[in-house]
Each structure stands twice: as structure tokens, then as C-alpha cells.
């Protein structure tokens, strides 16, 4: 297995930041301007309805990524997808297939941590980070060979887990030797700069790539996400039966009441209702506290590199106060 260094070399990143797969939000656009622009960009292999689709999608961003990196003279960054590894999804051998034969640089695995998926995926070079809220999860993904570890913790977009990142972090370094990506709550350059303070090696944004130009994703979703506060994500498994951060205001114009998220597991909302409520059901997670435009990825991400910079800066100034003796 490669070192951490040498995993992180050969992402070819001028930023510690993954842009994460998001359903029907990540697709060729969004993944392509975040890697021309220096981070990694991925999305979720159902978000093409087909695994002909999905396969189209991959020589599409391969293509544009080779051109690019032939124009500037140096390799781009790494691009990435997100595969479902559960029995409920019927595609996963078909699209673990596409996957071997196009070489997909780097694959994030979820509900899931498969050997086999794990081998196939090293057998080409690629590499495979496995997203986990917690540590019994952890080792189970460590024990099938996964190269780096993502911890969705408190306050993260989608079926976010509930540990504070700190701890969390160095409760997995103690264990894992692989890459760490923390995943929760994060939409700023400090914060990339706080997560790797604490030890993480990647920050793993989802919710701030919403609000931005290159993103498939309904005007009104962005908005409420730049109009919402803290308050106004609610943690609840009533949806999917699994606990996750939703945006409130998307519930409610769905007639889902707070009465059925405070449910208990899934709420019984009936077919034809939840069919009609899952087209407009939006999930962010507890950064959309300090996101207040919808800019492009470029922008953005020009931001993010010099908010971090300013930050290490700062932190640095500060030993000089904190000296000791």
C-alpha cells in the first residue's frame, strides 16, 4: 500500500480539498471545473440513470482532463466517484466494471466496505477512501485495505454522523495510518485550515459546491441554502429511515410536519405524498451558516486557497503570544 505521502502527491492537489459526490448535483461540469481549478472533483455513479451513461460521463471528463493537462504542462488533479457498495443497489458490479476499465482514479465507497471492491479498484492503481461515522466502521473499512477514510461527523450534509470532529479525528489517526478526510459542517478556508489543524489531511466539502454556478441543482435549493441559518437544518431519520441533515424549509414546503420529523425512523407519508415530496426534498448541512453567495467553482475556490492561507497565517502569529517560557 502506498504511504499517505505518496497518496497525496499523486492526487496533483494545489488545495486539501475534495468537492463531495452529491446526488444529482455532481455531475461533468461541477467535476471538471474543480479539478481545472486544483481540487478534486467527484460524483456519485447514479447520478447517470445508466451504467452505459455513467461510463459516457467518465471518458468525457478523462478527455477534458487529458487536454487540459496537456495545454498547462503538468498532470491535473484527480477526479473521483462515488460508488454505493449495498446489495440494494443492482448496478454495483456493472458499474465497479466501468470503473476497472476506465481506470477511475479514486473511488469513495459508501454503506460498505468490500475486499473485492477494494482489490479490483487497487489493481489498476487506484485508490479507495471509504466514508464512516464511526470507529467500529472504521476498523471494518481499515481491515478491507481502504487507503483513506473519510468522517462524516457532526453537522455534515446527507446522512451525517453525530461525533465531534475533534475527538473523532484523533481517535482515527490512533488507528489508521491511511489518509483522513473530515467531512461536516465546512464552507470556508478556515475551516480547511481547522481540519487540518486537527489532523485531518483533506477537507471534504459537499454542501458549500451547492450554491455555486456549475452545480445541477433547482435556484430555489441554492437560495434557501444562502438564506438558511443553523436553525433551520433539522437532524432526522423520517425521510430515509437513516438519520440526516435536511433543509427545514424544504420539509415543510413538502407538508412533511415537525410532528413527523421528530419521529423515529422513517415516517409513513404515504406513496403517492413521499413521491411527490422526494422531488423537492433538499439536504445541507450546518455550513450553509456561512454561505452567502452562489458564485462560480473558480471563484470559489479561489477563495477557499486564500481564506486557508490567511488562516495558517494567523494561526502562526499567534505563537508568538503563546510562546511559554
Known sequence: MKSRQEILDSLHLSLPIVAAPMF????QQLVLECCKNGI??????????????FESWLVEIKQELAAESERRGKPMPAYGVNLIVHKTNPRVQADLE????????????????VREVVDAVHSYGGLVFHDVTNTYHAQKAID???????????GAGGHAGTLNPMPFVREIRSMFDGVILLSGAMSTG?????????GADLAYMGTRFISTKEAIADEGYKQMIIDSGTRE?????????????????????????????DQKGKADFGAEHEAKAWKNLWSAGHGVATIHDNPPVATLIARLGAEMRAAMAEQADRLEIWHGE
Open 98 to 113: 466501468v470503473i476497472v476499465r476506465q481506470q477511475v482514479p479514486v473511488i469513495i465507497t459508501s454503506l460498505g466496505a
Open 144 to 154: 478491507a485495505g481502504v487507503d483513506g477514510l473519510i468522517l462524516v461527523s457532526a
Open 24 to 27: 444529482i448535483v455532481s455531475q
Open 190 to 198: 478556515q475551516d480547511v485550515a481547522s481540519a487540518l489543524q486537527m
Open 233 to 261: 437544518i433539522v437532524y432526522t431519520a423520517s425521510v430515509s429511515g437513516i438519520p440526516a441533515n435536511w433543509l427545514v424549509g424544504s420539509l415543510e414546503a413538502a407538508g412533511i410536519t415537525k410532528e413527523q420529523w
Open 40 to 53: 478534486l472533483g467527484t460524483f456519485p455513479a447514479l447520478n447517470n440513470r445508466t451504467t452505459e451513461g
